[in-house]
């Protein structure tokens, strides 16, 4: 496959790193490319791009971007996003310290950020995933307790089925909450994934869904 990775901060480098390390053609896309020189002299297989050249060279998309940026980043974007699996691992984190550990998001209550990228680019397949777990557990994570669970949801179907077929390469369980509504609920995750390491308890946990 052909992997876009808009973004490239810590969390774009470690999935650019997974998609080489498992066979795909992976470009990382920035606006500032001399973030990523350092990154680019350890990891040669992954090219870079701007943003625009990196959706038009990757068949599946990764959006990895700070959430107060994603909107306008998707505005920017969303030509060359249509018809295309759109890998959302935003979360709307606000510029708002935390309180007692709780992080502070700017979407209101119901309302999700990737519905509202969805709306913006209506023709992209947006499916969350990768957004409530740290970035050093998202490719083959090892727990004694066996895989952990990766939840995701989007409207579309086939999309989807993709990222499930990713995530499973990459050593994760999948929960399928199906639409884009469930996006509100699976992006709180965050808030609840952060707590034990703003509290001082570590960074090294994640999710599992267990089922009678």
Not at 157 to 162: I, S, T
Request: with cysteine; proline share 4%.
């Amino acid at each position: 496959m052909k992997i876009g990775i808009v973004g490239s901060g810590v969390v774009a480098q470690t999935l650019a790193i997974g998609f080489v390390k498992h066979g795909h053609d992976v470009m990382v896309g920035t606006s500032h490319a001399s973030k990523l020189k350092e990154f680019q002299e350890k990891n040669p297989k992954a090219k870079i791009g701007t943003f625009q050249q990196t959706v038009d060279f990757g068949s599946t998309i990764v959006l990895a971007v700070k959430g107060t940026a994603a909107e306008d980043i998707v505005k920017s974007i969303s030509g060359g996003l249509s018809g295309k699996t759109v890998i959302d691992t935003t979360n709307p984190i606000g510029n708002i310290p935390p309180v007692n550990g709780v992080i502070q998001y700017f979407t209101k209550a119901n309302e999700s950020l990737m519905e509202r990228l969805q709306k913006i680019a209506p023709a992209a397949n947006f499916v969350k995933c990768f957004n409530s777990v740290g970035s050093p557990l998202y490719v083959n994570p090892q727990f004694a307790d066996g895989k952990p669970t990766m939840f995701i949801c989007g409207n579309n179907d086939a999309a989807r089925e993709e990222v499930t077929g990713i995530l499973d390469v990459f050593g994760w369980e999948v929960a399928d909450m199906g639409k884009a509504e469930a996006a509100g609920t699976i992006e709180s995750l965050c808030i609840l994934w952060c707590i034990p390491g703003m509290t001082g308890g570590g960074w090294s946990h994640a999710f599992k869904l267990l089922k009678a």
